[in-house]
């Protein structure tokens, strides 16, 4: 079934309590993957790597899914990159939306990737997977990650080069923002890695840190728990593993409450 139209009487039937937002523009990668932006309610206010919960209107029902918000806190527009799966009982319908729909979401972002959620460092590692690189599309356009750090690493893997664009396009649209180019400088690093497919980086990223390629590859020490700060986003299993990494090299798990050396966050799927 397609999104619903914008009939009055589908206007009718949005719950109360939730924003309802309208789609700016959507822009399709791979069969599997898109990301689309819309309207920002004056009043959302969240901070970068959070959050929210998004849906559609499907019958006559909502249907909301936990997504991380790719765009920045100083944007005015919220960004989502998204994977489709068929059956999904939301991306089916998410991936059919175009310019002028109606998308929902509920009020209140969270999410344990943020900044407040880490002790002082000199060097911050983004590790994603997948549609993971989410948060850290919010992180890494966000001036605040760079008065924190001198150095931002960003680690993306997929399995096909054609899932990486969106990641290369975000660092391109940095490099040429009009003051994000000034602010980021050469701080931000961008190690794109693919595992089904011939690339210049191959390999997922818990290999190339155990073997020490992604260190060999990025001039760096291995990690110390006393610069280096880590924040993960991807499958369980990818999570479970980078943070086993990270605490055999001696960091500890933060959260909000108790900041700490790295902090973790599902990638949220159908
Ligand atoms: P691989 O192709 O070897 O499975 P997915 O689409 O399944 O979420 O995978 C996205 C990327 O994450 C793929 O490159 C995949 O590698 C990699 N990946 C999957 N599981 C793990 C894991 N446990 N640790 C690290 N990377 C993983």
New binding site residues.
Partial sequence: MNAPAKTEDFVATIPAGVFAETVTSVQHYTDHLFRFRMTRPESFRFRSGEFAMIGLMVGDKPIYRAYSIASPSWDEELEFFSIKVPDGPLTSHLQQIKPGDTVLMRKKPTGTLVLDALTPGKRLYMFS??TGIAPFASLIRDPETYEKFDEVILTH???EVAELKYGFDLVEEIRNHEFLAEVVGDKLRHYAT???EDFPFKG???DLISNGKMFADLGLPRFDPAVDRGMIC??S??LK??KALLEQAGLTEGANSKPAEFVIERAFVD
């Fill in positions: 997977t997948g893997t997929c399995r693919v595992t089904r997922r990223i818990t991807g499958s299993a990818m593993e980078t």
